[in-house]
């Protein structure tokens, strides 16, 4: 989701808010959702913006159980407007954020028609926790607590929380592995001491201590709360009068987005460590732990000399909406009409940087004295030290074991950091086709309501063919990684609808009937997917005086789901 701006009405999630431009969807920014990403429109171009939260879904169909956003554009700029905008927070050189615009429209055949295109460029630097001054806050067990209902805080929020078990310099014991000797974190020269003890801690990572000192991992720079965004967008739109009655249109818009933030270091736990043979470990401690019986260590460690996990994502979307409106007269209603399609598409590339090859990552650690040369080596490939039993580890890559040394965060060599991380690349994509009619009109021609006024109707069809699909990296596929497992996927669906609405003017204009009003609206929808679904709303509008105005609604919601949801497999977790 990095680089997206999604609208989530009523904190019901993004996906249940539908948004619109000019009244008419368009492709979704996330390729995991149906949510429109707001970045690809120029807010120079925005003439208003509609919110509607009643009943919705029924006027307009899936995604609007919460709400609507209707944002509607000029299309009859004339002129140049150029704009520049740039911003620093307060403290520190992260999150300047700068950028520029420029919208260019000329009206022609005596405004009959119109053409604006824009252009918007926006760079975001990013923020860690240690710039927004975070301080590595974290709910902390309050030893002040003497049980329930005794009015303490169970927990109170301390600053400079830091975690030794998932430090860069490892640390053991903490599973009693031991043999009773206690837990240990290790110098950067590999050594071991005593792992310390928190004045405070929150029950399981964090604490806070007195003298941790660097064998302490602390998240301020691990993390990015804003990441690295650069953006812009291009952006035309079209329209002519061919007659009072009949209005063409068109409009197109691309826009790309990437952005590349931080995420704290891979860690793995309980790591085995074979004591006696390890060619690594300090061999005083090694003397220490063999005399009380112990023979394997469960190693935690915060793998920073690995680096950073970086991702990017790259996104870019394109989009086309064309069709004709306008209006004509009836015998009993003057209509207004729209005809129009659209067609968009939004590709995303995902890339993942220091990501954790998990079986190279067991070979590498299961490192041992070679007999034969004396040099340290892979047990995988050191066979009079492979026991009976022994599963070669199934590594990924042709080269050769590269040994791995995880006492003290500098001690291992470039090689075996290389032969255990590598950088993964998943591809997806969405395609959206719509194709639709609508009418509107009222009675005036023949009814108005008494001591109220004319009732307006609307109607219309729309049919909509939505396509999803993921091509995932092969070795996150082979659930090789520290990344959440995870499969390709492809799939789609179609969607007719009908719909209609109504409203009914009762009072108008009178003592405490300023407005008095009711109105209904359906809409019946047929998923390829998910079947038949029928939405409806009926609502009473009462505006007693000026300024003043009362809305009840009740309405029957629906939300089919997306192909995201519908299609994709299980995944795992990201460790």
Not at 172 to 177: I, K, N, S
Not at 243 to 252: I, K, P, T
Not at 336 to 365: E, H, S
Not at 434 to 446: E, I, P, R, V, Y
Request: hydrophobic share 35%.
């Amino acid at each position: 989701s990095g680089g997206l701006a999604v609208v989530d009405l009523r904190s019901l999630g993004s996906n249940r808010t539908l948004v619109l431009v000019n009244g008419k969807r368009r492709v979704a920014g996330a390729t995991d959702s149906a949510a429109l990403d707001l970045n690809s429109i120029n807010p120079n171009l925005i003439e208003r913006v509609e919110i509607i939260t009643g009943g919705a879904s029924a006027i307009y169909g899936s995604d609007a159980v919460s709400g609507v956003v209707n944002i509607i554009t000029k299309d009859d700029f004339d002129g140049v407007r150029l704009s520049f905008s740039g911003s620093q927070p307060a403290r520190g050189p992260e999150g300047f954020t700068y950028g520029g615009s420029i919208v260019a429209g000329k009206n022609f055949a005596q405004g009959r028609g119109n053409i604006t295109v824009a252009a918007d460029y926006t760079k975001v630097k990013e923020i860690t926790p240690r710039q927004a001054d975070m301080r590595n806050n974290v709910a902390m067990i309050n030893p002040d607590d003497t049980g329930p209902n005794d009015g303490i805080p169970d927990l109170i929020i301390v600053p400079g929380g830091e975690a030794f078990q998932y430090s860069g310099y490892g640390a053991v014991g903490l599973r009693g592995d031991t043999g009773g000797l206690g837990a240990f974190v290790f110098n950067d020269d590999g050594t071991p001491r005593r792992a310390p003890t928190p004045i405070f801690t929150d029950g399981s990572l964090f604490g806070k201590f007195d003298n941790c000192g660097p064998a302490c991992f602390r998240f301020d720079d691990s993390i990015s709360i804003v990441p690295d965004i650069e953006r812009y967008n291009l952006n035309l739109s079209t329209h002519f009068d061919f007659s009072d009655n009949v209005r063409a249109y068109f409009g197109a818009d691309y826009n790309n987005t990437s952005s590349y933030g931080r995420g704290q270091p891979v860690l793995r736990a309980a790591q085995p460590i074979n004591i006696a043979q390890n060619a690594f470990l300090n061999q005083a401690f090694r003397q220490q732990l063999l005399a009380v019986g112990a023979t394997t260590l469960a190693l935690d460690r915060l793998y920073t000399d690995v680096g950073l996990r970086f991702s990017q994502v790259d996104r870019n979307s394109l989009s086309f909406v064309g069709g004709l409106k306008g209006e004509f007269e009836t015998g009993f209603s003057d209509l207004r009409y729209d005809i129009y399609g659209t067609y968009g598409r939004t590709k995303a590339k995902f890339t993942g940087y220091n990501r954790m090859l998990l079986p190279n990552l067991r070979a590498a650690l299961d490192a041992v004295v070679d007999p034969g040369s004396g040099q340290i080596r892979c047990r995988m490939d050191v066979p009079s030290l492979q026991p009976v039993g022994y599963v070669r580890p199934a590594i990924v890559g042709s080269g050769p074991c590269a040994p791995f040394n995880p006492f003290g965060s500098t001690a291992s060599s470039a090689e075996a950091r290389d032969f255990v991380s590598t950088t993964t690349v998943s591809n997806a994509f969405v395609r959206q086709t719509t194709a639709g009619f609508s009418l509107s009109g009222d009675s005036s021609k023949f009814l108005t309501m008494p001591g109220g006024g004319s009732i307006g109707i609307a109607l219309g069809a729309e049919y909509r063919k939505e396509r999803n699909g993921r091509t995932t990296d092969p070795l996150i596929k082979a659930g090789v990684t520290n990344q959440a497992s995870s499969q390709d996927y492809e799939g789609g669906y179609h969607v007719t609808e009908l719909f209609g609405e109504l409203s009914v003017p009762i009072l108008t204009d009178m003592p405490f009937a300023k407005l008095l009003s009711v109105e209904g609206a359906v809409r019946q929808a047929d998923y390829s997917h998910a079947g038949q679904a029928t939405s409806w709303k009926a609502g009473a509008i009462w505006e007693p005086v000026d300024g003043f105005r009362l809305r009840a609604t009740l309405s029957r919601a629906i939300r089919a789901p997306n192909i995201f949801e519908a299609f994709r497999p299980s995944e795992g977790q990201t460790t």
